[in-house]
């Protein structure tokens, strides 16, 4: 996930599936959220969109920032609020939508939210759903 964070950042334009991903989508929504203060990113901060070399590190940062919420907000911006600056970000929102389910479906915070062989076919099924396997 960092490294995906990461390759986007530098590059500032990578391709999802055919079609761009832009690094001042995340940039507009963290500028969005400064200004009309909706709540739907409550956790998204300067750190998420410019980290320094030390948060660049934190796996934390990047989950939050590749998260449901986030992807509400480019939805938000887009389609209720219908700002110009959003109105090419399907893409990234069907990015970090995946990237968050994928993320979801193998990190388990506790030990029955883990991959065992009981639950191992319902989360392969998500697997396959998310990643279009």
């Known amino acids: 996930?960092?490294?995906?964070?990461?390759?986007?950042?530098?590059?500032?334009?990578?391709?999802?599936?055919?079609?761009?991903?832009?690094?001042?989508?995340?940039?507009?929504?963290?500028?969005?959220?400064e200004k009309y203060q909706s709540g739907i990113c409550p956790k998204l901060s300067f750190s998420h969109i410019f980290p320094n070399t030390w948060e660049k590190m934190t796996v934390k940062?990047?989950?939050?920032?590749?998260?449901?919420?986030?992807a509400c907000g480019f939805e938000y911006y887009a389609d209720d609020l219908k700002l110009d600056t959003f109105k090419d970000t399907k893409p990234t929102v069907k990015m970090v939508r995946q990237l968050n389910n994928s993320f979801d479906v193998l990190n388990g915070r506790c030990r029955n939210e883990s991959i065992t062989k009981l639950n191992w076919q319902a989360k392969k099924k998500i697997l396959e759903t998310t990643l279009w396997i």
Do not use: P, W
Request: charged residues 20%; proline residues 0%.
């Open 61 to 70: 940062l990047c989950t939050q920032l590749f998260s449901e919420s986030v």
């Open 1 to 33: 996930m960092k490294c995906i964070r990461n390759h986007i950042f530098t590059h500032k334009c990578v391709q999802f599936q055919g079609e761009y991903v832009q690094f001042d989508h995340f940039k507009n929504l963290y500028h969005a959220e």
